[in-house]
């Protein structure tokens, strides 16, 4: 992507353990910051987003977390199954446009 | 519930054809994306349309172009076919008020030869 990247290319986990996946951003402008999920074969999938005016949100089993200080964008995954296994994107939107750009994913393993 | 819908799933063409991909939003979606993803990158954005009109443009080449139609299905045109081009194509929608709310397609599969 132009201005989102990841730091780790690859996470393996076991099942049951908590994962988190890190992204960074380079775009202050982004108004809106969402995490895909992609299995093999498939589309992404939307997971949840987080609005640059919080730090923080939660949904099912997932937590998102901002920090614009340093840019930087994470997404936990708690009890992570073996279903949870895929590729995750994070993706910035700037506010008022329609163009959403990708990072690199984060391919993420987990072990039974 | 309802998904998006791309057609076709698969397609070979040889270099210098052209492609058409067809893409059919979830209801009462009417915002359209098309995205294309190399092997083992990311989806890269080429174009969007709200309402039947052009609303922002990403890396798409001169040799592509889209629309979208009166009953909000949209169909990416490709020319000039390059080896290059071959790649998955997805097609996402989303109501205009959740842009970042996207959802996607499973794909269209172009390999050019």
């Known amino acids: 992507g132009e201005s989102v990247g990841l730091h780790l290319p690859t996470l393996s986990v076991q099942e049951g353990d908590n994962s988190i996946i890190n992204c960074a951003y380079s775009?202050?402008?982004?108004?809106?910051f969402i995490w895909y999920k992609q299995e093999s074969g498939k589309g992404p999938q939307f997971i949840i987003d987080i609005r640059s005016n919080m730090d923080k949100r939660q949904g099912q089993r997932v937590t998102v977390l901002l920090n614009k200080t340093v840019k930087h964008l994470s997404l936990q995954i708690a009890a992570t199954q073996p279903g949870d296994s895929a590729v995750y994107f994070c993706?910035?939107?700037?506010?008022?446009?329609?163009?959403?750009?990708f990072g690199a994913g984060t391919r993420l393993f987990v072990k039974a | 519930a309802a998904g998006v819908i791309q057609s076709p799933r698969h397609l070979i063409k040889e270099k210098r054809e052209t492609a058409t991909l067809k893409c059919y939003p979830i209801p009462r979606h009417d915002t359209v994306y098309w995205y294309q993803q190399g092997p083992g990158q990311d989806p890269q954005f080429l174009i969007s349309f709200y309402e039947k009109m052009q609303s922002d443009k990403g890396s798409i080449p001169d040799r592509f172009s889209a629309q979208q139609f009166s009953d909000y299905h949209s169909e990416l045109n490709m020319s000039s076919l390059e080896l290059g081009d071959s790649a998955l194509y997805f097609c996402?929608?989303?109501?205009?008020?959740?842009?970042?709310?996207?959802?996607f397609g499973p794909g269209t599969r172009l390999t050019v030869t």
């Open positions: 775009n202050s402008a982004s108004d809106y």
């Open positions: 993706a910035e939107n700037v506010a008022g446009g329609f163009k959403t750009i």
């Open positions: 996402a929608s989303s109501t205009r008020d959740r842009i970042y709310e996207q959802y």
